[in-house]
């Protein structure tokens, strides 16, 4: 009898240690995309994107549109999920964006952006994004 409840402690004990539910996943996935951003590194931009991206027609996309952006900060983020199911999630940043853009005056604005962010088996990924024009 001993046996069968520490079988069941242990088991109830690895439940309660193991990975936490999903809540905060999502936003993970959302500031490391803001992380690539800010460090205009497209590499850690494609690898918020699902597997059956099509990175390769997306990376020089990406590049160009970087290579306008001579500086960009997300000052003072604030992410909050919005919705999350389990296998699909909306998150919602709040920061001021500082951005310089090659040839035009720094600028900062408030931005408000929203994110849907996808389970693949494991792992969440960016699915698409609600995002303002950066310019006025």
Avoid: H
Wanted: hydrophobic share 45%; with cysteine.
């Amino acid at each position: 009898m001993k046996q069968i409840v520490l079988i069941g402690m242990v088991g109830l004990l690895l439940g309660a240690c193991g990975a936490p539910p999903d809540g905060q996943a999502p936003v993970a996935v959302v500031q490391r995309f803001v992380a690539g951003l800010e460090a205009r590194d497209v590499a850690q931009i494609l690898a918020q994107l699902p597997p059956d991206q099509p990175k390769r027609q997306i990376a020089p996309e990406i590049r160009a549109y970087l290579s306008v952006v001579e500086r960009m900060q997300f000052r003072e983020p604030v992410y909050t999920v919005l919705e999350n199911n389990g296998s699909s999630a909306r998150v919602r940043l709040t920061a001021t964006l500082e951005y310089t853009l090659r040839g035009v005056a720094p600028r900062e604005r408030p931005i408000e952006a929203e994110f849907d962010v996808v389970r693949t088996g494991e792992v969440w990924y960016l699915d698409g994004i609600t995002w303002p024009a950066l310019t006025e």
